[in-house]
């Protein structure tokens, strides 16, 4: 039997870098959930993820945070992660 925890990260970038980085994160895999805030550290966005989301289902997604890349100059991310 294994015995998973949450662990938590937070990361700050610039606008232009968010999507990318976002990108990246997802990638990796063990990502539970992702939380945008800007500057002042209101949340703008929550990202729920599940094993098997992929693909056609994050597109709506990227494009919201391309759109919120555009306006930040800087935002931080917090991320969600399941560790054994």
Known sequence: MTDNHTRT???TFNGEELLARIKDL???GNI???IIKNKEGH??????LTIG???AVLAPTLAAIGAIAALLSEATVVVEKTVE
């Open 53 to 55: 989301v992929v693909g």
């Open 32 to 34: 539970r959930r992702i």
């Open 43 to 48: 949340i703008l966005m929550e990202i729920p």
């Open 9 to 11: 990260e937070e990361f």
């Open 26 to 28: 997802i990638r990796q």
